[in-house]
């Protein structure tokens, strides 16, 4: 059972306009949200993280919300950006036991970002 | 500063055999964890580890081990090879303590196995 959805397989964008990638989870012992994004034959790369006890974090141009009642977040980019196109993976962690946790990664969404 | 190096990048084993992987973090993270992506699945968590202890499993069967060395230094072996192990197995660190802080991943060992 997925416990993070990222229900958009892939999604395209015209430069310059805005991004939207949506993630959600079940399990409501997650407590904190990170976005990657990942490149063909690299590992992923951390964009921007969020706790549950915000409900928006930003930097620069990309800036996370979070919504607990509903169990979504999303991840906006503005302005999109051709080097942006990318796989985006959403993932999320549960604090216990002084252990980080896993992190448990939904299964992407390909962003094209197009000129 | 040095990411997380794994080694070796590419490889190819038959089935049955079994491999070792080795992951390097970032100087002074003491936190490793692996996981393995395959298309129909996506990032899926192995284990990690942490001051040498395995601190969490994921759902994998007990052919999938690992272990990490007082460097912090980790490996993670296979033994028995399926066709199905083939992925691409990413290691990731993070610093302590263990407060929320995102992961750093390496560049991954994509493993074939004919």
């Known amino acids: 059972d997925q416990q993070v959805k990222q229900n958009s397989p892939s999604l395209s964008v015209q430069e310059g306009r805005i991004s939207i990638l949506n993630c959600d989870y079940t399990n409501s012992m997650f407590d904190y949200f990170l976005w990657y994004k990942k490149y063909p034959a690299e590992g992923p790369t951390f964009l921007i993280s969020?706790?549950?006890?915000?409900d928006k974090n930003e930097d620069g141009r990309f800036t996370v919300f979070l919504n607990k009642s509903a169990k979504h977040l999303s991840l906006h980019i503005v302005p999109s950006q051709p080097g942006d196109s990318a796989v985006y993976f959403c993932a999320a962690s549960a604090h216990y036991g002084g252990s980080q946790g896993n992190l448990i990664f939904g299964k992407g969404t390909k962003l094209s970002v197009k000129p | 500063k040095a990411g997380v190096t794994q080694t070796p990048r590419y490889l190819i084993k038959t089935r049955g055999q079994q491999v070792t992987l080795s992951c390097s973090p970032i100087s002074g993270h003491r936190s490793v964890s692996w996981y393995q992506q395959t298309p129909g699945q996506g990032l899926q968590f192995l284990f990690e580890?942490?001051?040498?202890?395995?601190?969490n499993k994921g759902n994998f069967p007990g052919r999938f081990s690992g272990r990490q060395f007082s460097n912090s230094r980790s490996e993670m072996n296979v033994s028995t090879l399926e066709l199905g192990d083939s992925a691409l197995y990413l290691c990731a660190s993070s610093r302590p303590p263990i407060d929320r802080t995102e992961a750093f991943f390496g560049q991954g060992t994509r493993l074939t196995v004919v």
């Open positions: 969020i706790s549950s006890i915000k």
């Open positions: 580890y942490f001051s040498e202890t395995q601190r």
